[in-house]
T-cell receptor, first 112, second 116 residues
Framework: QKEVEQDPGPLSVPEGAIVSLNCTYS??????FMWYRQYSRKGPELLMY????GNKEDGRFTAQVDKSSKYISLFIRDSQPSDSATYLC????????????FGAGTQVVVTP | NAGVTQTPKFQVLKTGQSMTLQCAQD?????MSWYRQDPGMGLRLIHY???????DQGEVPNGYNVSRSTTEDFPLRLLSAAPSQTSVYFC???????????????FGEGSWLTVV
């Protein structure tokens, strides 16, 4: 079983809808939680990160972490065609500093 | 800041050839790493380094070699290329804790490698 599970999609939504992405994990030592966006033929770029549990909002993006359930989420409000990309979750922490664990990525397609 | 810079962007190798993927970062990050990304497999850690002179193996190290002589550079060497090493390779770097107190990793643009 992988330490981080993420549904690969694809997830297709109409423009303006809310995109909901999530990951589950098994290692309770993880403390840092990140979301990356990856466009085709590009490197992953950091979207958001949170430390420990709670919510964080940045513009149209909201990240949530529920450490008790080992579950993290990313919400994209008012989705745009430019949001079409693969979204990867990542996490690290505890005594595994530097050893980031990534989800396989969810492909999102926002249709005009 | 250029961030994390990888070269070359594209490369075709014949089986058995060797080559080096270059990676440099200008953010004074202690931590550098190499990942490969394959369809359905996500990002898999090949090798990483927590500082100059220190390297360690990741999840899929076989067939690859690394060294870290300076803080800025972390080249990845393919010793004898095999078709199974056809992949996209990403170099990444990180502070132990970034300026906002987090632990995040920054990626280069990727190197597309085909072994025939």
């Amino acid at each position: 079983q992988k330490e981080v599970e993420q549904d690969p999609g694809p997830l297709s939504v109409p423009e303006g809808a809310i995109v909901s992405l999530n990951c589950t994990y098994s290692n309770s030592a993880f403390q840092y939680f990140m979301w990356y966006r990856q466009y085709s033929r590009k490197g992953p770029e950091l979207l958001m990160y949170t430390y420990s549990s709670g919510n964080k909002e940045d513009g149209r993006f909201t990240a949530q972490v529920d450490k008790s359930s080992k579950y993290i989420s990313l919400f994209i409000r008012d989705s745009q065609p430019s949001d079409s990309a693969t979204y990867l979750c990542a996490m690290s922490g505890g005594d595994s500093w530097g050893k980031f664990q990534f989800g396989a990525g969810t492909q999102v397609v926002v249709t005009p | 800041n250029a961030g994390v810079t990888q070269t070359p962007k594209f490369q075709v190798l014949k089986t058995g050839q060797s080559m080096t993927l270059q990676c440099a970062q200008d953010m004074n990050h202690e931590y550098m790493s190499w990942y490969r990304q394959d369809p359905g497999m996500g990002l898999r850690l090949i090798h990483y380094s927590v500082g100059a002179g220190i390297t360690d193996q990741g999840e899929v190290p076989n067939g690859y070699n690394v060294s870290r002589s300076t803080t800025e550079d972390f080249p990845l060497r393919l010793l004898s290329a095999a078709p199974s090493q056809t992949s996209v390779y990403f170099c990444a770097s990180s502070y132990r804790l970034d300026i906002r107190g987090g632990n995040t990793i920054y990626f280069g643009e990727g190197s597309w490698l085909t072994v025939v």
